[in-house]
């Protein structure tokens, strides 16, 4: 058997193989929030083509935090019921599912949250959207919000959550000087940039306690100017790794980038040496940081996915947008159909989830 098809542990869980659904907004929830049979059964698809840990898209954790149209939410306990059919019709697939947990800062529609739009500093550049400067006052109530996020999913069932803090949301904004200009403890260092993230960290645990599985998401580097660079991305990995996160996936960019250095970056992927988007970034990770890796960014050949296990460099292959194109990829691989994914990165399948139609590939 392929070491990508081999069963493995995770914090406790066992999980199929190495192959995870990466978590992504699909557009399917209802215009407030709420889990719809539409959810369950795009992610149920997914899992039923062959992966072993689904992690579910983005839900937003207070209201001033939501990032699209049609995102799930999880700020309150009305959204449990719907959140925890969806976690039991993926864990009737056999899989696991993880309920990624994040709040979009300063790209936080206001038309959609009808709120002050907040970030880690005030910005009126038109570097990205104006916010003002999120108090301390306010900063305390994102980490609770995380926490009792954090807690609701574990009541609603999931096998564990994951802190989104790559993509330029607002944990990312932290994160990275480029769009953190703060001058107080949660600025300037990198410790300081960090510590936002690591609170969140401590309150979910405070919330869920020690045996929850706890992921974090965070980007290899911005590619952005003045963004946050991988010799940071170690050190914060290091302390969340100190902290007892127990997997991290890597991915990168920002919705600020665009093209070929955006968190979801276009172009052809025609050939192996073209894939794996932050395989350098990853190899120093494993040099230095002993937390497990999911591996997320232009994996989409069998044989790239397993180098990459053989080879030490990742620990879990996260894919996503292939999926969408091939929800049975995984399935199709084991069968021995080992061609690679069909999808070409152009993003297309993002334009009928803003139709209201939620994500799907669109080329025949």
């Known amino acids: ?63 001033e935090g939501k990032a699209a149209p049609s995102q ?36 936080a529609p206001p038309a959609l949250t009808g709120s002050d739009v907040l970030g880690p500093s005030t910005n009126k550049s038109a570097d990205f959207p104006e916010c003002r400067e999120i108090t301390l006052a306010e900063i305390k109530q994102v980490v609770e919000s995380f926490a009792k996020a954090a807690g609701r999913a574990k009541k609603a ?41 690591l609170e969140a960290v401590r309150a979910v645990r405070n919330e869920v306690g020690e045996e929850f599985p706890l992921l974090v998401k ?47 970056r276009v172009g052809a992927l025609d050939s192996q040496d073209k894939e794996v988007y932050y395989k350098e970034a990853a190899i120093r990770y494993k040099e230095k940081v002993g937390v497990p890796l999911l591996l997320v960014g232009g994996i989409r050949s069998l044989e790239v996915a397993e180098n990459l296990i053989n080879d030490g460099v990742a620990d879990y292959i996260s894919i996503c947008r292939p999926l969408i194109r091939e929800p049975n990829l995984i399935e199709r691989w084991k069968s021995e159909d080992t061609k690679p994914a069909t999808c070409i990165y152009c993003d297309g399948c993002f334009g009928p989830g803003l139709k209201g139609e939620g994500v799907k590939c669109v080329i025949k």
């Open 1 to 63: 058997m392929l070491k990508s098809f081999e069963k493995t542990q995770l914090k406790g869980l066992t999980l199929e193989n190495k192959y995870v659904y990466s978590a992504t907004w699909d557009g399917l929830a209802d215009d407030k929030g709420f889990c719809t049979a539409k959810n369950r059964e795009f992610l149920v698809e997914r899992a039923r083509g062959g992966v072993g840990l689904i992690v579910t898209g983005m839900a937003f954790v207070s209201p």
């Open 72 to 107: 799930l939410a999880i700020y309150g306990d009305e959204f449990l019921p719907g959140l925890a059919e969806m976690a039991a019709a993926i864990h009737g697939t056999g899989s696991k599912v993880v309920l990624q947990l994040a709040h979009s800062g300063c790209y």
């Open 218 to 264: 965070i980007n290899s580097e911005d590619f952005v100017q003045g963004g946050l660079v991988v010799d940071e991305m170690l050190q914060v990995c290091a302390m969340l790794e100190k902290a007892g996160v127990n997997a991290i996936e890597m991915s990168g960019g920002t919705i600020y980038a665009s093209g070929a250095y955006s968190s979801c």
């Open 157 to 197: 069932g999931y096998d564990g959550v994951q802190l989104h803090a790559a993509h330029g949301y607002l944990m990312s904004q932290f994160l990275s000087p480029f769009f953190n200009k703060r001058t107080d403890n949660y600025g300037g260092s990198i410790e300081n940039r960090a510590r936002i993230i």
